[in-house]
């Protein structure tokens, strides 16, 4: 049988890859190596963080699963950054290790269009330059798109201190084989490392002397649909601890036993996520490091030791976790390891996820050279929907960095590259201010309604939504405070003993004391649910910010409308930078905008690139 769409892997990348392509319309088959380990959270239980999780909101916004899985699998919802602005301000959930991946199982089951396999595939069907398929030990199975999200399988080994061993992430099969014949296709392979920490033995835990860590006190969830929100008194408590100075004495006097040190790692390891040996080593100044300790789940008695990743030997690991307060009598029930695995490089994929040399082959995940489970699922969704688009003949899908956090990343991995597993922060994203976690839904439902992967009840419901916002928005910015005695006594209390009526309620609520809900005491707004609430208040307290970013962003878009020709010979460009012109000839970039974030490129180089475009026209 032929499918349209296969995707190889059924980790958070494959599951939105599968969702989106299926959910399109298309014929759809996900083959993986375990169908139990399907949505598998190999490391941290938790979903969402600084900047991941707005891009969960993104997916939900689009169209994706993740954030409705995320919602109902919740222990604990976190609104974290609250004493900054809403630039940054973004949900983190634990999540149970065990429910999470069975709701993302039973979606799978019951989405229409999707066959699930179990079986390993060690080599793509290639026809006239394109990918027409997959192979599972000489059987063929064909299809119009092939996407690859392998996660940290591909050919992968697990290391703990000077032993190797062949094996995937909790201890599965790795994927073997398809590796050596990328290689042969002529992709470019690149060799990386993650890790993952202890698990611990709950009740051998002295929880008394640790740092209660709670959630947040209101109803939050990732999903702007109907969802579940997790009671404040039933959510899970995490706990605070800290390395010492006699941990950092146990990790510097047995560096040479850990793989990282001992020469036994050969890949590159996550620089924003590093290993407890490379922090000590790295912030040598620091006289302790922070350490959570986080539940995995209702069902078992483990808890995850957050921030104390390591590839050291399992006797090593005994005495440093010995070393810490509350943890001096801890059982080890699952000892860290690191694990190298093969990804693609950066420079082989476009815009699309699609691979530049063989069309019908898109990629998505942590072989992208990611790290992440919110970026494996976001590059997932947006290979799902081109692989799905081409197929149907239509545009694809590349959002710009002003859109999403997702068009930041994949930008940022097709123009500057990646040397180590990539990880979305909210310091990438020059336009964060307008990327908010309360505005996904307004930047992105449109595009997910266009594509199809909006109902029209949702989407009616979306278009109801900004209604009461742009109507409490013209309310406020139109109606003027006057001088009633309980408005002027409400001023003085905040602090306006002078006040005199005449500004607009606008002007008001942009007074950093004053919140909307104060003043909907004072002006009559129809009703709004907590969520537009939110909006309204953002909008015209930050409205001088957000229209300064948004006319920054309409000069950059200026650049991305110059679109360079395809086939410049850059090698021989006269006037170029050897850097720029190779950087140029391996990137290929579509637009001068594009061009010009390319790490190593000037403006000279810019300069110079324009003027051989128009000589050339």
């Not at 490091?289 to 539940?295: A, G, N, S, W």
């Not at 476009?350 to 063989?358: F, M, P, Q, V």
């Not at 992440?372 to 976001?378: D, F, H, L, V």
């Not at 129809?526 to 939110?534: C, G, R, V, Y």
């Amino acid at each position: 049988m032929e499918y349209d769409v296969i995707v190889v892997g059924g980790g958070h990348a494959g599951m939105e890859a599968c969702f989106s392509s299926a959910h399109m319309g298309l014929n759809t088959l996900l083959i993986t190596l375990n169908k139990k380990m399907i949505s598998n959270m190999p490391c941290n239980p938790s979903i969402g963080g600084s900047a991941k999780g707005i891009v969960v909101r993104e997916i939900d916004a689009l169209g994706g699963m993740m954030g409705k899985g995320a919602d109902l699998g919740c222990l604990q919802m976190k609104m974290l950054n609250t004493g900054k602005g809403p630039g940054v301000q973004c949900l983190r959930a634990q999540e149970d290790k065990l429910d999470y991946p069975k709701i993302m199982q039973s979606f799978a089951e019951n989405c229409p269009n999707l066959t699930i396999l179990e079986g390993m595939v060690d080599d793509l069907l290639c026809e006239d330059n394109k990918v027409v398929g997959v192979k599972i030990q000489e059987k063929e199975i064909r299809s119009k798109a092939v996407i690859l999200t392998t996660g940290t399988y591909m050919e992968s080994v697990i290391l703990r201190g000077h032993k190797v061993t062949s094996q995937g992430p909790d201890g599965e099969k790795p994927s073997l084989g398809l590796s050596p014949n990328l290689k042969k296709m002529g992709i470019k392979i690149v060799r990386l490392k993650t890790g993952t920490p202890q698990r611990i033995k709950k009740d051998s835990i002295d929880f008394s002397v640790l740092e209660p860590q709670y959630g947040t006190d209101k109803p939050l969830k990732f999903s702007f649909e109907e969802s579940n929100i997790v009671p404040f008194d039933k959510q899970v408590v995490c706990y605070l601890t800290y390395t010492n100075s006699k941990t950092h004495e146990i990790i510097r006097k047995h560096l040479n036993d850990s793989a990282m040190y001992g020469g036994v790692v050969t890949g590159v390891g996550p620089r924003y996520c590093p290993s407890i040996e490379d922090k000590v080593v790295r912030f040598s100044d620091k006289p302790r490091h922070q350490l959570f300790l986080e539940p995995e789940s209702i069902h078992t008695d483990l808890i995850y030791l957050q921030g104390f990743s390591t590839s050291m030997p399992e006797e090593v690991q005994e005495e440093m976790v010995h070393s810490l307060k509350g943890l001096e009598h801890a059982e080890i029930v699952k000892y860290a390891y690191a694990i190298e695995y093969d990804a693609i490089d950066a420079s082989e994929y476009d815009y699309t996820l699609e691979i530049k040399k063989y069309p019908g082959l898109y990629v998505a995940g942590q072989i992208c050279g990611t790290s992440g489970y919110e970026e494996a699922a976001a590059l997932g969704l947006i290979a799902g929907i081109n692989a799905s688009l081409k197929i149907l003949g239509k545009d694809p899908l590349i959002l710009r960095r002003d859109q999403a956090y997702i068009g930041v990343m994949i930008d940022d991995l097709v123009s500057k590259g990646t040397k180590e597993p990539y990880r979305l922060l909210s310091s990438r994203a020059e336009y964060r201010l307008l990327l908010r976690s309360d505005n996904a839904d307004i930047r992105l439902t449109p595009i997910g309604y266009h594509i199809g992967l909006i109902s029209d009840d949702r989407y009616q419901k979306f278009i109801n939504k900004l209604s009461n916002i742009n109507q409490a928005k013209e309310t406020l910015d139109y109606l003027h405070m006057g001088m009633k005695d309980d408005f002027v006594e409400f001023m003085k209390e905040k602090g306006y003993p002078d006040y005199k009526g005449g500004p607009t309620a606008s002007e008001i609520l942009r007074r950093p004391e004053i919140s909307l809900e104060e003043m909907m005491r004072f002006v009559q707004l129809s009703s709004l649910t907590e969520e537009e609430k939110e909006e309204v208040e953002i909008i015209v307290k930050y409205e001088g910010y957000i229209e300064k970013a948004k006319k920054d962003a309409l000069r950059l878009l200026k650049l991305e409308e110059v679109k360079i020709p395809e086939g410049l010979d850059y090698l021989h460009m006269d006037g170029l930078r050897l850097e720029a012109r190779q950087k140029f000839d391996i990137v290929k970039p579509r637009t001068i905008g594009q061009a010009s974030r390319i790490s190593g490129v000037n403006p000279s180089d810019i300069s110079m690139l324009l003027f051989h475009i128009k000589k050339g026209k």
